[in-house]
């Protein structure tokens, strides 16, 4: 090709000769300074990196230290074994009438709490009963249920030891009941074990009784909430942002809305959920359906933006391919474009719905600070999370709460990395689908 | 090159005797935004023969060739004027379906653009979304019969479920081909089809353009003289957005009526 005559036009006239350059020394002295400056900062920059990971993996550690340490006994229960001579006790229940449907009646009739105290006193000494959780009648009653052939005999039943029990079994109490754990240990009444109590209970005003179950089955329910609609909402409303609304001042609006959204103080979702889901739509309070439509208000945006921004980055080369041999323009969403996108609409997911997981503030707005004693049965009844469970916690004077709250936080932990590895899961098999 | 040279390979070019206009342009100006890219072009393509466009870089071969199968619509900022039909009716009309004119009226792009999906989709697709095949043999014999049409088939046959993008770049190229022809279109336009293969991938891409014409109607851009003396029976050459010249390759070649013509296929400028 002619280079003076590109595009037809004729060069106006010859450039003059551009200076003769001094051949550069690729070996000399300066080029090997520059050489070696370039590996210093290339190891300054791996340092420095290899240095910030490893105080965050330092933080982590700590931060895991701490709470196995302190939350891996509040997995744990010391048990005291308590002697109960049914027959000779006051206790009056009809062993007939514990087979039939009477039974739930013929239990709460009996007085088997005076029963218990009666037993432990017998078996412990005066105070006995002070060795014992505030709960230990309720073991002794589940164990009639389970067996009434045990009220015509005597009967050695292990009931959940009082806190400062418990906690000197863990070495971790005041000298005398330290003394105390001794005696029993030696007597050879106390085990410790799981703390089945602490999976399968709601909150309770004893620490012995406490369980995480309730707030973990409000958060499943609220993050169930949150999910169903954060997600589908949130990737529609990208999709459509992107590949459908014109580019003009209502798009620009909404545009920046949703970034502002994204911003909002989470506690702001909870007034506004407090408004309209509790005082203009008459909701129930503390339900984990209003706890998750606030979350997925606080979620979508996140979503949105994470969303817009994995189907800008899909290569506009691919909807051309597939407009071009005769595709809508549905079709080329949700078969290429979809698809291409979903790994980091996924990331943006995981980072809204961990957050709206540790989100504390705009579920006590709506009432979900409530002490609430036994787990949700469904989306709208009475409900707490764990966070705010691992909150109200923290906040009781009784000692017994303390390895109780950094257990729930363990639980919550688990709970993040379950979620999180399902979403990483998720995303890496769509990453390797092509 | 020798305009002596283009001469032959043109000469060998027959024009069709029986000639049916397939599509027409009259008077079509495309604006991207402000600017003009194409300036009152009228052109006619026949069914029966192979149609070239040559031209300098940024003299606007694409964004014609894409006003012919509406993929400018894609563009926010393009807009297109004057008429253009497919079979006599008029493709901007508002009663014409855009997803049934891109199905006619296939297109394979200027950059190799495969699905990031396996071998076998990338030509399954097309077919798979417009119903073309009831059965799954059906859709085998499609997509084999597609690849081989493209030259494509001895090297794929025994990786179909690998990744369309784990090609070549020439593969890819021919997998694009494969996939527009797959869909059976009236229509093929190829916008450089060949710049990223070898003599011999180009070989393939034009013996089956041979094989294919008058079949379908093809419109294929190209840089390359030879390439459009060999495959193409009539040749446009465009200049800064405008229709220079339009007529039998032959014609063009060997006895060009404007001097813009005549000194960009013997290489003066371009
Ligand atoms: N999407 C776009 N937006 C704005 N201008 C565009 C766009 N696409 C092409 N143009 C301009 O239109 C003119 C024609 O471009 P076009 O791609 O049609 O050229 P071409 O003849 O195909 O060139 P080449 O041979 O290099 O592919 C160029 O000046 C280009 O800058
Ligand atoms: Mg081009």
């Excluded at chain 1, 330092?58 to 895991?64: A, I, Q, R, S």
């Amino acid at each position: 090709m002619n280079s003076t005559l590109v595009a037809g036009v004729p060069a106006t006239g010859a450039e003059p000769p551009a200076p003769a350059r001094t051949p550069t020394d690729w070996r000399g002295a300066k080029m090997q300074g520059s050489i070696r400056r370039r590996y210093a900062a290339e190891r300054r920059f791996r340092l420095l990196g290899l240095g910030a990971v490893l105080l965050s993996a330092g933080f982590l550690v700590f931060l895991l230290w701490t709470m196995v340490g302190n939350g891996a006994r509040g997995f744990t229960q010391t048990e005291l074994r308590l002697d109960v001579d049914f027959p000779a006790s006051t206790l009056m229940i009809d062993p007939a009438a514990l087979a039939g449907p009477g039974k739930d009646a013929a239990l709460a009739g009996a007085d088997i709490e005076g029963a218990t105290t009666a037993a432990a006193t017998a078996a412990f000494g005066t105070d006995g009963e002070r060795l014992l959780s505030d709960g230990a009648w309720l073991t002794v009653r589940d164990a009639i249920a389970a067996d009434p052939t045990i009220l015509r005999r005597k009967a050695q039943i292990w009931v959940p030891a009082a806190t400062n029990i418990d906690l000197a079994a863990k070495g971790d109490a005041a000298p005398e009941d330290e003394a105390a754990y001794a005696r029993l240990d030696k007597a050879g009444v106390t085990k410790t074990g799981l703390n089945l109590t602490f999976l399968k209970n709601a909150d309770s005003t004893d620490p012995t009784l406490v369980g995480v179950w309730g707030a973990l089955k409000g958060s499943l329910l609220t993050m169930f909430v949150t999910i169903v609609l954060a997600f589908p909402v949130g990737v529609l409303s990208a999709l459509y942002l992107e590949e459908y609304a014109p580019r003009n001042r209502w798009t620009d609006l909404i545009e920046v809305s949703i970034n502002n959204l994204a911003a909002v103080p989470s506690i702001i979702f909870g007034l506004l959920g407090l408004a309209v889901f509790l005082n203009f739509m008459d909701m129930p309070r503390s339900a984990p359906i209003v706890g998750g439509l606030t979350l997925a208000l606080m979620t979508m945006p996140v979503i949105v933006i994470a969303g817009r921004n994995a189907i800008k980055s899909v290569p506009p080369s691919i909807r051309d391919a597939a407009l071009g041999i005769g595709a809508s323009r549905v079709q080329v969403v949700f078969h290429h474009v979809l698809p291409l996108a979903l790994p980091g609409i996924l990331t943006g997911t995981i980072i809204g719905m961990a957050r709206a997981l540790g989100e504390t503030a705009p579920l006590l707005m709506i009432g979900m600070r409530a002490f609430i004693a036994s787990p949700p049965g469904g989306l709208t009844e009475p409900a707490t999370v764990l966070p705010v469970q691992i909150f109200l916690w923290s906040d009781e004077v009784s000692r017994g709460f303390v390895e109780k709250t950094s257990a729930a936080i363990i639980v919550l932990l688990v709970f993040l990395m379950l979620m999180n590895g399902i979403a990483i899961y998720l995303r890496n098999r769509f990453e390797r689908r092509w | 090159m020798t305009t002596d040279t283009l001469n032959d390979l043109a000469a060998h070019q027959q024009v069709a005797p029986v000639e049916t206009l397939k599509m027409t342009a009259r008077g079509v100006n495309v604006f991207y935004g402000a600017k003009q890219a194409i300036n009152n072009v009228s052109i006619d393509v026949t069914q029966e023969n192979v149609t070239a466009f040559i031209g300098p870089s940024g003299c606007g071969k694409s964004t014609f060739l894409r006003t012919l199968n509406r993929m400018n619509d894609t563009v926010s900022s393009a807009r297109v004027e004057g008429e253009i039909t497919l079979d006599g009716e008029n493709i901007y009309a508002a009663s014409m379906d855009v997803v049934q004119l891109r199905a006619r009226v296939g297109m394979v792009f200027q950059k190799p653009n495969p699905f990031p999906k396996s071998i076998y989709e990338n030509v399954a697709y097309g077919p798979r979304i417009h119903g073309l095949a009831s059965a799954k043999n059906d859709m085998d014999r499609i997509v084999e019969q597609s690849l081989r049409r493209a030259g494509l088939w001895d090297e794929v046959k025994d990786r179909l479920t690998d990744s369309g993008t784990a090609l070549s770049g020439g593969q890819q190229q021919r997998l694009c081909i494969a996939r527009a022809i797959a869909v059976d279109p009236e229509v093929i336009l190829m916008d450089e089809p060949c710049s990223a293969l070898d003599p011999i991938a180009t070989a393939k891409i034009e013996e089956l353009i041979h094989e294919l014409r008058g079949r379908y109607a093809i419109v294929i851009v190209t840089h390359n003289m030879q390439q459009a003396a060999r495959v193409s029976q009539r040749t446009a050459f465009f200049h800064l957005g405008t229709l220079v010249e339009y007529g039998d390759t032959s014609d063009i070649f060997t006895n060009p009526r404007e001097t813009r013509t005549k000194d960009y296929i013997t290489g003066r400028y371009g």
